[in-house]
């Protein structure tokens, strides 16, 4: 049984998973508070706001950590290492390493579909976590955080398969045509939205992409566009 007290104990635990101990405990709760524990709750905020600002944080992080490793390297080929290291599945491994799934707070049904493991839900905890450090103690209390849990991923990250939006993007270009995406629907509620997103580039038919997220979806109209045309992400 879930309650207030048994929310504490998990965020207590999670601040010593996380080696942070947080001045100001309310912008943890709200971290790792999903849309559907809300409830209506006009005075409670889910982890959308700080999920916006921790993307934000996270590329400013990796982007200089990557000019320090990397010196002699050119944006081409610093690039591809950003976007191996700022990605959803990213975000959702270093969520898995922290062991963020364990605190979350969710509706009791979202928790009795197996929220704390989703992907999607990961990885925007993931971000919102690192926002909340980042208000709570700084960028350089940020920045170990990420550090920590991305790990190995800074130097294995050149390895990683492009995002097919990047490389639909790059074909694109290559053909000199214009690259749209659109969304065709959007269904469920509001903590729990779906997608139907067309990939367009003048001149070729267009292909959809489904997901929980229009980013999602955006990546699965590029990769079936890219499949449709034998073209390897």
Known sequence: MSGPGKHDER????????????????????AMTHGSALDGAKKKRSYDRLEFLGDRVLGLVVADELLQRHKSEEEGELAPRYNALVNRHA???AARAADLGAALILSPSE??????????ILADVCESVIAAIYLDAGLDAARAFILRFWGEAFATGANAPRDAKTALQEWAAAKKRGLS???????????????????????FAAERGEGSSKRDAQRAAAAAFLKARGVHD
């Open 11 to 30: 965020l207590a635990a999670l601040e010593q998973r996380l080696g942070h101990t947080f001045a100001d405990r309310t912008l943890l709760r709200e």
């Open 91 to 93: 975000c959702a491994h």
């Open 111 to 120: 928790d009795a579909s197996g929220g704390r493991g989703k992907e999607a």
């Open 181 to 203: 995406y659109v969304v065709i629907e959007q269904t469920g509620p509001e903590h729990a939205p779906h997608f139907v997103v067309e990939a367009r580039i003048d001149g």
